[in-house]
């Protein structure tokens, strides 16, 4: 999963590539939690910094007047491969010859951002199932510290140019979206040249529709569609597919919100906000063990008793991944006094394990993979239970099934992964036998 974010500033002032980098990567913190990291490139030397925790733990404005060039990237670390180490934080360095860029023979999901001396490289795989979008900067950020008499540099030289993640860190830096970087393509970003675009591979696309659901901001656009809208209609559509008698409907903050107030547009129930999220602890679903996972709910949600006291709820969420997190949710609604709790997922149940990106573990840790429906909802002690259906998904998207990766949903994975995928987890750091050196 991940955030990654680069730019190009020719005409800046020598660390305006790597703030503009640094900020980009803060929205897209989301993205990744475990690891943060900015390289530059002066045009011959290269300088990286790296280390564990959030961004802002990570990269603050101490760090900028030693990162100087007019190429950068920055990388925000969510683990599905390897333990949450120093070595494994990101960006990595490789010193070799250009050749040694291989792309069209890499296989899986991916999506790169690769600074050498001098360019900034983005890359999608075939099936694009993470995001990547190209961007232009504003002149704002090309005039500051450009030429001596303080002119504004407009000529095409000097035009900087930008690849993210979202769309929304474009917006955060000021940079106007161009467009996305195709599945299978490969976008060169260098000083004084317009973008180049190499494709390498036909396209399939494959998006990740739980970007679409969950993971990426609201507040960015994919295919064409701003991700609040397209997470308020499928509030809709669960409405229309799950319908209850109730007091009000709430989120699960904040990630439900969407969906939430879609619902209740939808059954013309009123809408509250019944629980409180302390914005300063890290997401539940990314931490990586169960143990933080668990302890992490009280920590960061408690129930507004003046709104659910008494009340029956529908709680509306993006997902249930191993049921312990909407259990939890269940369990302090009730404390704090809610009379019946019916739960609402904007997504259906997940069966199958992610190998693109996003750790949803092993299957037999997936509740929907090991307890039918009256089970789970008998587990998360819930009065009733609702998940969306596929076919809401795509009416909310209004986009061909084809175009998206269902797989933890339907089992219908687009590349092939390797029998032994889930239990491989930390393979990049077995020891090596002498016979697979050989
Ligand atoms: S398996 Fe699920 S989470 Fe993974 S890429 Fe496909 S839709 Fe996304």
Same mark, same amino acid.
């Given at each position: 999963?991940?955030?990654?974010f680069?730019a190009?500033?020719?005409?800046?002032?020598?660390?305006?590539?790597?703030?503009?980098?640094?900020?980009?990567?803060?929205?897209?913190?989301?993205?990744?939690?475990?690891?943060?990291?900015?390289?530059?490139?002066?045009?011959?030397?290269?300088?990286?910094?790296?280390?564990?925790?959030?961004?802002s733990?990570?990269?603050?404005e101490?760090?900028?007047?030693?990162?100087?060039?007019?190429?950068?990237?920055?990388?925000?670390?969510?683990?599905?491969?390897?333990?949450t180490?120093?070595?494994?934080?990101?960006?990595?360095?490789?010193?070799?010859?250009r050749?040694?860029?291989?792309?069209?023979?890499?296989?899986?999901?991916?999506?790169?951002v690769?600074?050498?001396q001098?360019?900034?490289i983005?890359?999608?795989?075939?099936?694009?199932?993470?995001?990547?979008?190209?961007?232009?900067?504003?002149?704002?950020?090309?005039v500051?510290?450009?030429?001596?008499?303080?002119?504004?540099?407009?000529?095409?030289?000097?035009?900087?140019?930008c690849?993210?993640s979202?769309?929304?860190?474009?917006?955060?830096?000021g940079?106007?979206?161009?467009?996305?970087?195709?599945?299978g393509?490969?976008?060169v970003l260098?000083?004084?040249?317009?973008?180049?675009s190499?494709?390498?591979?036909?396209?399939?696309?494959?998006?990740?529709?739980?970007?679409?659901i969950y993971f990426?901001?609201p507040?960015?656009?994919?295919?064409?569609?701003?991700l609040?809208?397209?997470?308020?209609?499928?509030?809709?559509?669960?409405?229309?597919?799950?319908?209850?008698?109730?007091?009000?409907?709430?989120?699960?903050?904040?990630?439900?919100?969407p969906?939430?107030?879609g619902?209740?547009?939808?059954?013309?129930?009123?809408?509250?906000?019944?629980?409180y999220?302390?914005?300063?602890?890290?997401?539940?679903?990314?931490?990586?063990?169960?143990?933080?996972?668990?302890r !992490?709910? #009280?920590? &960061?949600?408690?129930?507004?008793?003046?709104?659910? %006291? =008494?009340k /029956?709820?529908?709680? $509306?969420?993006? @997902?249930?991944v191993? !049921?312990? #997190?909407? &259990?939890?949710?269940?369990?302090?609604?009730?404390? %704090? =006094?809610? /009379?019946?709790?019916? $739960?609402?997922? @904007?997504?259906?149940?997940?069966?199958?394990?992610?190998?693109?990106?996003?750790?949803?573990?092993?299957?037999?840790?997936?509740?929907?993979?090991?307890?039918a429906?009256?089970?789970?909802?008998?587990?998360?002690?819930?009065?009733?239970?609702?998940?969306?259906?596929?076919?809401?998904?795509?009416a909310?998207?209004?986009?061909?099934?084809?175009?998206?990766?269902?797989?933890?949903?339907?089992?219908?994975?687009?590349?092939?992964?390797?029998?032994?995928a889930?239990?491989?987890?930390?393979?990049?750091?077995?020891?090596?036998?002498?016979?697979?050196?050989?």
């Amino acid at each position: 999963m991940c955030g990654v974010f680069g730019a190009v500033t020719p005409g800046a002032e020598p660390t305006e590539a790597a703030a503009i980098a640094t900020l980009g990567l803060f929205a897209l913190q989301h993205r990744g939690q475990e690891s943060a990291g900015v390289a530059v490139s002066d045009g011959e030397q290269l300088m990286l910094y790296k280390d564990l925790g959030m961004i802002s733990t990570v990269l603050d404005e101490r760090h900028l007047p030693s990162l100087r060039g007019t190429l950068a990237i920055a990388h925000c670390r969510y683990s599905t491969t390897g333990s949450t180490i120093w070595e494994n934080a990101q960006p990595t360095y490789r010193q070799g010859p250009r050749r040694s860029i291989a792309i069209p023979r890499v296989r899986g999901a991916f999506t790169l951002v690769i600074l050498d001396q001098k360019r900034v490289i983005g890359v999608r795989d075939p099936h694009g199932f993470r995001p990547l979008v190209l961007g232009r900067l504003p002149a704002s950020a090309r005039v500051v510290g450009g030429p001596n008499d303080g002119t504004l540099w407009d000529d095409e030289a000097q035009q900087g140019w930008c690849l993210s993640s979202e769309t929304a860190a474009l917006d955060i830096v000021g940079a106007e979206f161009i467009r996305d970087v195709e599945p299978g393509e490969i976008v060169v970003l260098e000083p004084g040249r317009p973008p180049r675009s190499i494709r390498y591979a036909e396209a399939n696309p494959k998006l990740c529709v739980f970007e679409l659901i969950y993971f990426a901001r609201p507040d960015s656009y994919m295919e064409g569609r701003n991700l609040y809208e397209v997470r308020r209609r499928m509030g809709e559509q669960l409405a229309i597919e799950h319908a209850i008698d109730a007091d009000l409907v709430m989120p699960v903050p904040d990630t439900g919100a969407p969906a939430a107030a879609g619902y209740a547009e939808a059954s013309g129930l009123p809408y509250r906000e019944g629980m409180y999220r302390n914005r300063y602890a890290g997401r539940t679903f990314i931490q990586p063990s169960a143990g933080l996972r668990h302890r !992490g709910v #009280t920590i &960061k949600l408690n129930p507004l008793r003046e709104v659910v %006291a =008494g009340k /029956r709820l529908i709680v $509306v969420d993006d @997902s249930i991944v191993r !049921g312990t #997190t909407t &259990k939890k949710i269940v369990e302090l609604l009730r404390k %704090a =006094g809610a /009379r019946e709790v019916h $739960v609402r997922i @904007s997504a259906p149940p997940i069966y199958h394990p992610c190998f693109y990106g996003i750790d949803t573990s092993i299957e037999t840790e997936l509740i929907a993979s090991t307890k039918a429906e009256p089970e789970i909802r008998e587990f998360i002690g819930a009065d009733s239970l609702g998940y969306l259906s596929i076919r809401g998904v795509l009416a909310a998207l209004d986009l061909p099934y084809e175009r998206f990766c269902f797989a933890c949903f339907d089992g219908n994975y687009p590349e092939p992964v390797p029998y032994d995928a889930a239990s491989r987890k930390f393979i990049l750091e077995e020891p090596v036998s002498a016979a697979d050196r050989a």
